[in-house]
């Protein structure tokens, strides 16, 4: 069964985070990531959160512990990272 991750950040612009979001696709799903659900909230209209399968735990957990990651964070205006790992029952 595949694990799971709710991730949540504050971002400087919601429009510019979802285009280089976007645009990363790719590398997301090399490190074994596959997009689930995108949101906005409502509430707080510059906070993402996004829902992710990931289909192979030691390549994602080395792609988000990447300097690369951290660039492309920073390319999207990304701070205040919340992560919870969720895993099936």
Do not use: C, Y
Not at 7 to 36: H, N, S, T
Not at 72 to 79: L, S
Request: hydrophobic content about 45%.
């Amino acid at each position: 069964m595949a694990t799971h991750v709710l991730w949540q950040a504050d971002v400087a612009d919601f429009d510019v985070w979802l285009k280089v979001f976007q645009e990363d696709k790719p590398m997301r799903e090399a490190a074994g990531i596959r997009d689930l659900h995108i949101w906005r909230d409502p509430e707080q209209k510059d906070h993402a959160v996004a829902l992710f399968e990931i289909t192979d735990l030691e390549r994602a957990q080395n792609f988000i512990e990447s300097e690369e990651l951290a660039m492309h964070h920073e390319r999207g205006g990304v701070a205040h990272i919340h992560t919870k790992v969720l895993t099936p029952v």
